[in-house]
């Protein structure tokens, strides 16, 4: 299908913001790595991941907006996009989001901190007990192991004489 020039300058500028929402996904994973560090598996199924929605991403876009067309400058457009913003925002984006990842885990961790406490009192509470219970009963547990290896010699060597009296 023909587009007119301000159709072709629409779709370009369009383009431009799929490039800096594409950046903007890849910064995603950028601050998800630097929050919780990764093996090599796992970034190359991020990376997998990651080329995967892109793909999806821009299929979808140019089917519906280029109605399946591939052109030159639409490429060129998500290509600028994404370096527009790689080269101004990006590098913030990441600080901050960084920063803030990190705040939340500190909240998220002071939060369970504050709801396990009771559960922490119990425990300290039951430990000692329990403990000693353990002890006794270990003890006893070894005692009747002794007394178990004991009564399968004796029957052990029971069979052993009814077998040589048959």
């Known amino acids: 299908m023909i587009l007119s020039m301000p159709e072709q300058a629409w779709l370009f500028l369009t383009t431009v913001l799929v490039g800096v929402a594409v950046g903007l996904f890849y910064d995603f994973f950028r601050v998800l790595r630097r929050t919780s560090p990764h093996g090599r598996l796992a970034v190359q199924l991020e990376d997998l991941l990651f080329w995967l929605a892109v793909t999806v991403l ?27 913003y790689f080269a101004t925002v990006s590098r913030y984006v ?39 219970a353990a002890r006794y009963i270990r003890k006893r547990l070894r005692s009747l192991g002794r007394y178990g290896k004991m009564k399968a010699k004796k029957a052990a060597r029971n069979w052993a004489i009814a077998r040589k009296k048959v």
């Open 58 to 84: 821009v299929f979808y876009y140019m089917l519906h907006r280029n109605y399946g067309e591939i052109r030159v400058f639409v490429l060129l457009g998500m290509g600028c996009g994404a370096a527009l």
């Open 94 to 132: 990441v600080k901050i989001s960084v920063a803030i990842v990190q705040y939340l885990k500190k909240v998220i961790a002071a939060v369970i901190r504050v709801v396990l406490f009771p559960l922490r009192l119990i425990f300290a509470f039951i430990s000692p007990p329990a403990k000693k």
